[in-house]
């Protein structure tokens, strides 16, 4: 404990956090202790490789924006003018696809077009025959008939609702 105790004496005071008092009792352990001392040795020898290395300081965003708009620009000036064969290109390629969206409006209009009378189509003999209607209202008077404009076959049920007292329907 007391080793493990003089290695974070030794990393404080490398670092110049160790206070004047603690500081003299290292040094009266660095005299004693001679793998301390070579532990101190170690640890200075490290910190003057890393000083020794040359850093570059990190980039301050303004640069990198700059960079970022150099990089813009020389790309756009790279851009070449278009050849005329792409211009001609790519009026084929308009003039299709413009050819291509009004067939598919013309076919989607011809396909729901109004034809006039939907009922039109349907034939004679699969045209529904009504005899009779049963209802379950009281005093009901049912009227069946086909219309003549149109061919289909109407269905009326009708109330009774005349009052005896004055002769009007209500």
Do not use: H
């Not at 851009?79 to 308009?94: D, I």
């Amino acid at each position: 404990m007391k080793r493990e105790r003089a290695a974070y004496w030794l990393s404080q005071a490398l670092d110049g956090e160790l206070s004047p008092r603690r500081l003299r009792r290292l040094e009266k352990l660095l005299t004693e202790d001679p793998a301390l001392a070579d532990l101190q040795e170690q640890w200075l020898a490290i910190g003057q490789s890393c000083r020794a290395q040359s850093v570059e300081p990190p980039q301050t965003p303004e640069a990198a924006w700059q960079n970022v708009q150099r990089a813009i620009r020389l790309s756009q000036d790279e851009v070449a003018e278009p050849t005329p064969t792409a211009v001609v290109g790519g009026l084929w390629r308009w003039g299709l696809s413009v050819a291509a969206v009004l067939l598919l409006f013309a076919g989607t209009w011809w396909g729901l077009r109004p034809t006039g009378e939907p009922w039109a189509t349907v034939p004679v003999a699969e045209r529904t025959q009504v005899e009779w209607v049963e209802s379950d209202l009281p005093d009901a008077i049912s009227m069946v008939y086909e219309d003549e404009d149109t061919g289909l076959t109407v269905i009326w049920v009708m109330m009774d609702d005349v009052q005896e007292d004055n002769g009007y329907a209500g």
